[in-house]
């Protein structure tokens, strides 16, 4: 049964950091790329970053790009997002997901994801 516990949200101000972890279980999680997405109340679910299998390649939304950072570390089984440069509008519950198979390039849409986290809030003031 794969399990997927994201940590580390809370309450930030506008400019400050947060590192959130995503701690992987029942999954061969050295095999697996791993992606970040986050929604928003009334909006859709939006992809935020994804990290390949080993960690060689990294991806972003334009809109988070240069103040995220994904990596991962094989050896704990867990995936980190650090954000910084934190504004309002990166409010939101954020996810971390694997998908079943093996990708060489991680997807960017939530479909192409198949285990999910139950989430973890962030909420950044002004």
């Known amino acids: 049964q794969v399990q997927l516990v994201e940590s580390g949200g809370g309450l930030v101000q506008a400019g400050g950091s947060l590192r959130l972890s995503c701690a992987a279980s029942g999954l061969t999680f050295s095999n697996s790329a791993m992606g970040w997405f986050r929604q928003a109340p009334g909006k859709t679910r939006e992809f935020v970053g994804a990290?390949?299998?080993?960690?060689?390649?990294?991806y972003y939304a334009d809109s988070v790009k240069g103040r995220f950072t994904i990596s991962r570390d094989n050896a704990k089984n867990t995936v980190y997002l650090r954000m910084n440069s934190l504004k309002p509008e990166d409010t939101a519950v954020y996810y971390c997901?694997?998908?079943?198979?093996?990708?060489?390039?991680?997807?960017?849409?939530?479909?192409?994801?198949?285990?999910w986290g139950q989430g973890t809030q962030v909420t950044v003031s002004s």
């Open positions: 990290i390949s299998w080993n960690g060689g390649n990294t």
């Open positions: 997901a694997a998908p079943l198979a093996r990708t060489v390039v991680p997807g960017r849409r939530p479909t192409e994801y198949d285990y």
